[in-house]
């Protein structure tokens, strides 16, 4: 196989994992927002922060579905799941077990410095394992309210809507973090990317996203342009320094 | 790896083979689950004379029942293969699995050119696909199969260069597919491969315009109606079907219809348990 | 009727016209629902020199997201033809709206014959669409186009034997289409229509094999790549976009890629309601 | 427009119908079979018996789906649907208005002597109607049982299973009628006319089942090869004598 290029960003995990499939049975779906949701499957599955699975959604989408991984406390996964359209859907409403391909890209470790994780709702269960695998402090940046009950049970911090954004990313500015890590939406990616440069915090990390179809490095079909060339979400990825993709 | 050919027949274990493209350089062998007993190729992606990075993204996508994708034939091109086929992945690929090299090009030369250095490293394939759907500068981003007075002088020279179990693999645009298998046969080739991606425009989720290839269940009724066509008249050729199998049914429509092989290209994006179980299901028909 | 032509202009009062084929031969005149200041154009089916009975049954089916028909080009000939034309039904449909006559043949003569017969008649008839995807028979059941040459010279006499608006009819098998197109408009045609059914081979519900033209949804993303295909090459060719449109979106994005007029087949056999539909969506786009 | 050809059996309808586009509202299903339905809509649509309809099954199919026309004593649209496929399943169970056209095809005149209508539960809704209209004996042919509530209702004589079919038509053809007019499958309507007309029976009438895509004499799909050439069953039928199509 063509051998996967070397991380970019310092401190990354080089860590090749073996991937596996995986039938995974529902144990717990909570609502994060109107309409996504943290699914917490029976299963464990050792995967690196980061790293990412593939969901076949059977006859609602010609591709498995790509969504980065957590886990409760127990080792449980857990992936969040927002609803775009009708493999998300089934993802959430099916009572079937789902076939999952995993653990999928690198793994990401943060630079050994103080730093916060953003996410999207869409993107709790990765930010969750982040926030506990490194004990850094999470913030959800969502455009619609959060669920009490998730907000309770998982005492998060959040603000809601872009002009609280803005604010949050200010303030965060001034505290003393000196990376980032975001995972939502690629508006986000970018805005948050370009807006903290812009201050002088160019570790800033993004988790991307690509369509992906394989999720294994073979279709060649997640291409994303980067500063030193073309590189694959699923195997340089997804996680990517933000400055190595917009400027 | 035994490799037993005679005249236009490959003798694989099972009459399903990977697709060029959506198979990679081997990555599917990373997958434990897939049962490679049951496999009867591993088709490379297309590999061309020289180093190609593949177009800019977005490069695929899919909905309503079909695949686009426009990946530009990223490819290490013949020095990256090279040390490709020293590494020890691909090496393992091969040593458990018949493995079909798939080569491109943009021009006539680099055609040829590929073909000579490859010579030295054919004994490794069972099989080497000659893609004739690449966009070809020379014409326009056309294939090379737009004159078809040069295509037949390459199939020519590749015929003369190798002993090699060569096969065409040919789209429906560009000409009447089988009168281009016949073509092919009448050159001596072994094979031909029907059908590739056919081109399409898609707007993706983001509303930006795809230019790309088709794949997907969508292709399965025209896939199945060139088999057909060109074994009515091509009775000894070998056929690998390609286009929208899914279901072990699809393949044994592709076999009933004329195909000795049956290729899968995109399921293996949904699942690649789709080996497995039309591999079982095909188990049962030999030598082909 | 008024009949404005101005070069390759047919002027049409909304950009959307009745596929050859699905409309018969004025047959859908007789819905009372049907807003016909909405529609700018009705093609007949595709008249032949000599009578032609058709394919035996089964000959048409639909499933997954595509029709499949092997009518057979079932009509009455030239002679049947002229009588039609004399009809109360036929002259109706022509005083209500523009009628762009379509026609086909087995081979290059018949092309031709018919042409001269079809002479006195043709100005009743804002355009005249060659259909160069019928079956011929001195092609071995392939369309004219396989010969090249021979198709050239018949584009040539056809242009020579009238001034009227003519229409080459591609579909995207049997060459590329943009070159066919560039052939067309290189002999003074004024218009092309892209594209025709592909051929494909389809299992019916009582497990006939139905060997026909696809047409319906799936052709969408290909007749739209080849429309946007020929007119990257061809700023000024008349282009009517025919594939799998049945919605307003479809219809609008055909424009967009570069349709002068949409055509509406098979989504008249789903609900001829998406005729006014799209009429209706299309009325502001002028000049067609 | 091809004027259509001129009817090969006597007493047949020569009436030329408009055809119209109908929205129509459901006001009673009732179960024949286990997967065969009656609808009556609420609107009445004027038409003869032995011609029918085309339903616009919205997303559930690419054409409109054909099915013979019948009529409740106070003229409301009826149709008998069974359930083969996604279209016929639609239309079985949405609370959308149907979309249909008709009435398509020619009328059923049958010939001035005794006959009988035998029809599959599929096509109650045809046998009903000539039944009423032409005063003559209706007898159904199942498969399967028939729901005793519609059995009481329209007071049917049926019979179930293939070996009482073919004692039913051997009792038949010693009974005083003259014709019979047949609709339900393909091969119950070739097998009913060979074995009458090998008796000596040759009024055997048939509607036909052919794929239907306009329903209008546009398309040419709808051929079906008779003694005297092609013809086409939405226009020329869809009601043939059955020695026009099985020898
Ligand atoms: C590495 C990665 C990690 C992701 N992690 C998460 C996550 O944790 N939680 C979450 O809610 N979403 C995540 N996404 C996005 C998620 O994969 C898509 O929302 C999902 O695939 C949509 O499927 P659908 O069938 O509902 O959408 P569709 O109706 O098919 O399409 C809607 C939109 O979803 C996106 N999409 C669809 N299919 C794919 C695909 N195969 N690959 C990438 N994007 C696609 C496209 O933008 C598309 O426009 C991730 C994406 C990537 C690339
Ligand atoms: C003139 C005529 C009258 C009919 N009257 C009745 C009736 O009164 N009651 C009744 O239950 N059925 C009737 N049928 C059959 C009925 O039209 C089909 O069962 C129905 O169209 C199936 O639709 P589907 O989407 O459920 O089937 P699909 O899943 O699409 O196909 C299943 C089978 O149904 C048949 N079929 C599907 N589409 C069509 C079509 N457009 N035209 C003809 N056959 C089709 C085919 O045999 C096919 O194999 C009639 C058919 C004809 C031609
Ligand atoms: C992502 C992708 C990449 C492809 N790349 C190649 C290629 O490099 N060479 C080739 O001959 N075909 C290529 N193909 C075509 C496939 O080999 C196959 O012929 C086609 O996808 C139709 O089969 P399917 O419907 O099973 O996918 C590619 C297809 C896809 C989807
Ligand atoms: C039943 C049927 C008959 C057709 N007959 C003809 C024909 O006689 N001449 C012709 O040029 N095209 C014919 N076509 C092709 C259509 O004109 C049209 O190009 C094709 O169906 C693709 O468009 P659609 O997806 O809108 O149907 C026929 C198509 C169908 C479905
Ligand atoms: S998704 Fe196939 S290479 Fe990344
Ligand atoms: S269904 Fe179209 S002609 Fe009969």
Request: hydrophobic share 40%.
């Amino acid at each position: 196989m063509v051998s996967s290029s070397i991380r970019q960003f310092d401190g990354s995990s080089e860590k090749k994992t073996k991937y596996n499939v995986f039938e995974l049975s529902k144990r717990e779906i909570m609502e994060i927002t109107v309409d996504t949701f943290l699914i917490t499957f029976e299963e464990k599955i050792d995967f690196s922060p980061g790293q990412f699975c593939m969901v076949d959604v059977n006859d609602f989408g010609l591709t498995r579905k790509p969504f980065t991984l957590g886990s409760d406390a127990e080792g449980r996964i857990m992936i969040s799941v927002k609803i775009v359209g009708a493999g998300t859907e089934y993802i959430v409403k099916t009572q079937n077990k789902l076939n999952i391909l995993a653990p999928l890209g690198r793994g990401f470790l943060p630079p050994n410095k103080n730093g916060a994780i953003i996410v999207a709702p869409s993107c709790l269960a990765e930010g969750l394992e982040l926030s506990r695998y490194f004990d850094v402090p999470l913030f959800v940046a969502s455009r619609t309210n959060l669920n009490d009950d998730i907000v309770q049970h998982y005492g998060l911090n959040y603000i809601i809507g872009d002009y609280d954004y803005i604010y949050l990313l200010e303030k965060l500015k001034f505290s003393n973090f000196e990376w980032f890590f975001v995972s939502g939406s690629k508006k986000m990616e970018e805005i948050t990317t370009k807006h903290l440069s812009a201050e002088g915090i160019k570790e800033v990390f993004v988790s991307l996203n690509e369509y992906m179809a394989c999720g294994i490095g073979a279709c060649k079909g997640c291409a994303v342009e980067t500063t030193s060339g073309i590189k694959h979400v699923c195997q340089d990825g997804p996680v990517f320094r933000g400055d190595e993709i917009w400027r | 790896m035994e490799m037993k050919k005679s005249g236009n027949k490959l003798n694989l274990r099972t009459p399903i083979v990977i697709a060029s493209g959506p198979g990679g350089f081997g990555e599917y062998f990373e997958i434990p689950t897939i049962d490679w007993a049951l496999v009867g190729a591993y088709t490379l992606k297309t590999v061309t004379l020289n180093r190609k990075i593949g177009n800019k993204p977005p490069r695929i996508y899919a909905k309503d029942g079909y695949v686009i994708n426009r990946i530009g034939l990223e490819n290490p091109g013949f020095e990256g293969f090279k040390a490709l086929m020293e590494e020890r992945g691909l090496e393992e690929v091969i040593s458990h699995v018949p493995v079909i090299l798939s080569v491109g090009g943009d021009t006539f030369d680099e055609y040829v050119e590929l073909t000579r250095l490859l010579k030295p490293y054919l004994n490794r394939f069972i099989a080497i696909e000659y893609n004739f759907s690449c966009p070809n500068v020379q014409h326009g981003g056309l294939s090379i199969v737009s004159d078809k007075n040069e295509w037949r002088r390459l199939l020519q020279v590749v015929r003369k260069e190798t002993d090699s179990f060569i096969i065409a693999k040919l789209g429906i645009e560009g000409g009447f597919i089988e009168q281009m298998a016949e073509v092919a046969a009448s050159e001596g080739w072994n094979g031909v491969t029907v059908i590739n991606t056919i081109r399409g425009l898609m707007i993706d989720g983001e509303n930006r315009v795809v230019l790309g290839g088709l794949s997907g269940p969508n292709l399965f009724p025209i896939a199945l109606r060139a088999v057909y066509e060109v074994r009515k008249r091509l009775p000894d050729i070998y056929i690998i079907a390609s286009g929208g199998v899914y279901t072990p049914d699809d393949a044994k429509l592709m076999i009933e219809f004329g195909a000795d092989a049956v290729s899968i290209g995109s399921a293996l994006f949904k699942n690649e348990s789709v080996l497995n179980e039309i591999g079982k299901s095909l188990q049962g028909i030999q030598n082909t």
